[in-house]
Each structure stands twice: as structure tokens, then as C-alpha cells.
């Protein structure tokens, strides 16, 4: 893992030098558009990015030239974030967890217990209605998100303690992700938060510095986390979306008809991400079953509700604008809720 981080870092320098020295452009003048995320290049994400990318370049190839930067190779998912606003890189793919820090609106998409089925979360992420007044609402730092993508359910999993119910997690170190909601969402559980980045989580894991962690599936297999953790806790705690946020200043300068090829574009990243997830979840599932020998458990997820809800007032208190979203959430949430 060492290793791999020194290459990361090194893949960082000489990138941001090329960025400093070609401003972007390929030394065939087209316009390079950079993308990173930290995922691995089977992961459905990538895929959709790539299918993003041949579009791209099949449609507007004179001019641009589309380039996907997997596995933290342009840095960890805040640092990308933040090249995304200056316009260093162009796209990112985020967890709407980290981007709180950013603009608090996104608070309201990291909320437990949210959505009251996979039904009703994709309905509201499909509703701009619902999304246009967090995701364009960021003109201001640099970025908006152009969509969103799926990632699944949240559950717990752990080194070595089955999680049956919130006592279980007393005493235990939980990695999250650096939001304020995810830390006070680990602390009404009982447990201890330790946020910290994703491309760090296998090395804590491993080192036995944290107890386990909250992710979906593919955390387990994609990232090698069900090499060392053997059980995982179906308490459904939160399907937080990943988002595809892209540099304003970039999406300003496009002209009519180039930005309708990219914005048909981004709905092909939504799409054939999305077709890639159905599948995907699956097969992690049984492959950490099968392969890496993972346990799943399927607790009452009742008393994990019960604990975090406090958090909805205290997020819609501090922030009253959110109200309105929220409200359209719970329509959603009563139109699908027997769906499940
Ligand atoms: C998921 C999500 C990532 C995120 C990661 C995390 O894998 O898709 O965007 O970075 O969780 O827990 O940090």
C-alpha cells in the first residue's frame, strides 16, 4: 500500500506540472478534460465515466480529448474536490457525504434512514426538483454536479464483531467519511467515528487501527476490505449518492451545441453507471460469500433508526431552506414505500 501511495504521489507531481505547463491543452491543441475518481477500473463507475469519455471523443474528438484518472491517481476525493474548484481537473466523482464541508445543503442527502426504499431514493435523485436547488446551488465555489450516481446502501461491517444491534458497536473505532453528519451518526450508534479518507481505509483495516467500517457491497470486494473483515451488518443505515461535479468555469465556456453533447454525455455516465450497479452488487455479495469467506447478518434495523433520528431536526434546524426538499423526500417516501 505504501508503495501504491509514492506512485499516486508521484503521478500527482508530474500531472500537476503537465497541467502548469500545457494548461490543459494535448500537444495536438485539443483540450484535455481530466476526471478523477478513487475507484478501481472495474468499478462500475469507471465504466460509466469511460463510456462518458468514448462519447466524448467520438462526438467533439477534434477539439477535446477525454482522459479518466482512476484510484486516487489525482489525489484523495477532498483534494480532487478542491482541484476541481480552481479547474486544475475539470470532473470529479464525489461521495455527497464529503461534500458537506463544501456547501451545507448537501447535509440533507447524508441523512440515516433518508429515503424509506432504494425506490423512493432513486425517484428523488432522478426529480430536479428535488436536486437542482443543492446541485447548482455551488456556482460560487468553482463547480455544480451535472448528476448523480448510484452507491448503494451503507451497512456496517467489522474485523471481527457481528453487529446485531447499536450496543454492538460500543467501544468499537468505525471508519466513516469526513462529514459532520456521518461523525454524529456513528456517535447516536454508540460507537466510536474515526473519519478519514477511502484510500486509507484497507491499511487501517489492516493494522487493526480501526474495528470496521460503513460502505456498500463492492467496498468489500473492489477494495479488498472482506480480506479482513468477516462480518457485515445489513442495518441499512444510509444511501448516500456519489455525484459528478464539474468545474463552472469549464461548463461556462462550452458553446450551445457543445454543451449539449456534454450534458448528453453526463446522462450517459447516470445511465450506463447505474445498468453497471444492478449488476455489480450481486456479484460482490457473492463473491465475499463465496471467495473471502465474508458472513452477512440482517439485524432489525428498527434500533439503528431509533438512534439517528434525532439527527433530521437538528440537520433542517440549522439549515430551515432544506425544509421544502425534505418534505418532497417524504412524499416520495409514502409513494414507495410499500414498493420494498
Ligand atoms: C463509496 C463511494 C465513494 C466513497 C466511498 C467512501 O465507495 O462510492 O465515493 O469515497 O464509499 O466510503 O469513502
Not at 460502505?215 to 455525484?243: F, I, R, W
Amino acid at each position: 500500500m505504501k508503495k501504491a501511495r509514492w506512485i499516486a504521489l508521484l503521478c500527482v507531481i508530474v500531472l500537476v506540472a503537465t497541467l502548469f505547463a500545457g494548461c490543459g491543452a494535448n500537444n495536438d491543441g485539443r483540450r484535455i478534460i481530466r476526471i478523477g475518481h478513487n475507484q478501481s477500473t472495474t468499478h462500475p463507475t469507471h465504466i460509466g465515466l469511460t463510456a462518458f469519455a468514448d462519447y466524448i471523443n467520438e462526438q467533439l474528438g477534434d477539439k477535446y480529448k477525454v482522459e479518466v484518472y482512476p484510484s486516487e491517481l489525482l489525489g484523495s476525493q477532498t483534494e480532487m474536490v478542491q482541484l476541481t474548484q480552481t479547474g486544475a481537473i475539470d470532473i470529479v466523482i464525489a461521495s455527497n457525504s464529503i461534500m458537506e464541508t463544501f456547501s451545507s445543503n448537501y447535509s440533507i442527502f447524508n441523512l440515516p434512514f433518508l429515503f424509506s426504499s432504494a425506490e423512493a431514493y432513486h425517484a428523488c435523485m432522478d426529480d430536479p426538483a428535488v436536486t437542482d436547488p443543492i446541485f447548482l446551488a455551488t456556482e460560487d465555489a468553482g463547480f455544480i454536479c451535472v448528476t448523480w450516481l448510484d452507491a448503494g446502501t451503507r451497512n456496517f461491517y467489522t474485523l471481527n464483531t457481528p453487529i446485531n444491534t447499536p450496543a454492538d458497536l460500543k467501544g468499537l473505532k468505525i471508519r466513516v467519511q469526513q462529514s459532520p453528519t456521518n461523525v454524529k451518526m456513528m456517535e447516536l450508534l454508540g460507537g466510536t467515528a474515526t473519519p478519514m479518507g477511502f484510500g486509507d481505509v484497507y491499511t487501517a483495516l489492516q493494522s487493526a487501527i480501526i474495528d470496521g467500517a460503513e460502505n456498500n457491497e463492492l467496498a468489500l470486494t473492489n477494495n479488498g476490505h472482506g480480506d479482513v473483515c468477516k462480518y457485515y451488518s445489513y442495518d441499512m443505515h444510509q444511501m448516500v449518492p456519489d455525484l459528478v461535479l464539474c468545474n463552472w468555469a469549464f461548463l461556462e465556456g462550452l458553446d450551445a451545441s457543445e454543451r449539449a453533447i456534454f450534458d448528453e454525455g453526463f446522462k450517459i455516465i447516470n445511465t450506463v453507471q447505474r445498468a453497471a450497479w444492478e449488476g455489480a452488487v450481486e456479484e460482490a455479495k457473492n463473491k465475499a460469500l463465496n471467495e473471502q469467506g465474508v458472513e452477512f447478518i440482517y439485524p432489525d434495523t428498527a434500533p439503528f433508526q431509533e438512534a439517528v433520528m434525532p439527527l433530521h431536526n437538528e440537520v433542517l434546524a440549522a439549515s430551515p431552506a432544506l425544509q421544502p426538499i425534505y418534505d418532497m423526500i417524504q412524499a416520495y417516501n409514502a409513494q414507495y414505500a410499500a414498493a420494498e
